[in-house]
């Protein structure tokens, strides 16, 4: 198996450009996550699917960003209008389920976004 | 919010023991512990997980107190590409979802 696929690896874009990251989990996985990494704030979930639904969206971080998985082998992550604080690597992972013992993630490469 | 307390930093020399603590005093009785790592640049990465008896596999072992409020993750042999950022997650207080805290930054010095 491939893992957690994630394109592209690094985006560089401009203030106020839309900005779409795409994640394809492992084939067979019903939950797919979203995390952002920063220096100073960690890494934060932003949004989980389960079965392709999406549970909480409780760390998207205001109405630029919005997440969706039209099916169990592709998700997106959008931000529109990007702005240079969305500067950060986005993870996708990817597990068999979500708690207890199928809460075991695999993690992707990260895109790395820079927006000027 | 991550409801685990780990060390900042912690250096280990290479060929001996790291043992990582952390605690996990708000920890239920049917939430399980999981430990990832973070090299530099790179996605998070599982090691191990366990309930309430100690785990080992080919990574790691997992050290479990009896009332479960703390774990110890203990790698037997350190090696310099073991220097990583290491993350405990322990309760999930309900919620199926993992949230990180800010692990412990483990350097294996040469």
């Known amino acids: 198996d491939a893992g957690v696929i994630q394109s592209p690896r690094h985006e560089v874009t401009e203030m106020g450009q839309e900005v779409t990251l795409r994640c394809k989990p492992i084939s067979g996985h019903n939950s797919l996550f979203w995390y952002r990494q920063t220096m100073m704030r960690g890494l934060e979930l932003l949004i989980y699917f389960n079965n392709n639904v999406p549970i909480d969206d409780s760390g998207m971080p205001e109405d630029r960003f919005s997440a969706k998985m039209p099916n169990a082998s592709f998700s997106t992550l959008k931000i529109q209008p990007s702005e240079p604080r969305d500067s950060a690597v986005y993870f996708c992972?990817?597990?068999?389920?979500?708690?207890?013992?199928?809460?075991?993630?695999?993690f992707g490469s990260g895109t790395q976004l820079s927006v000027l | 919010d991550a409801k685990t307390t780990q060390p900042t930093s912690m250096d280990c020399a290479e060929g001996r023991a790291a043992n990582l603590p952390c605690n996990h005093s708000?920890?239920?009785?049917?939430?399980?512990v999981y430990w990832y790592r973070q090299i530099h640049s790179q996605g998070p990465q599982y090691i191990i997980h366990g309930l309430k008896n100690n785990e080992t596999n080919e990574m790691a072992s997992l050290i479990i107190t009896e009332d479960r409020k703390s774990s110890t993750l203990i790698l037997p042999h350190a090696t310099l590409r073991d220097t990583a950022v290491y993350y405990c997650?322990?309760?999930?207080?309900?919620?199926?979802?993992?949230?990180f805290g800010k692990g412990t930054k483990l350097t294996v010095n040469p």
């Open positions: 997650i322990g309760p999930q207080g309900g919620s199926e979802k993992l949230v």
């Open positions: 708000t920890i239920s009785g049917n939430e399980y």
């Open positions: 992972a990817s597990s068999l389920g979500v708690g207890g013992l199928t809460a075991k993630l695999f």
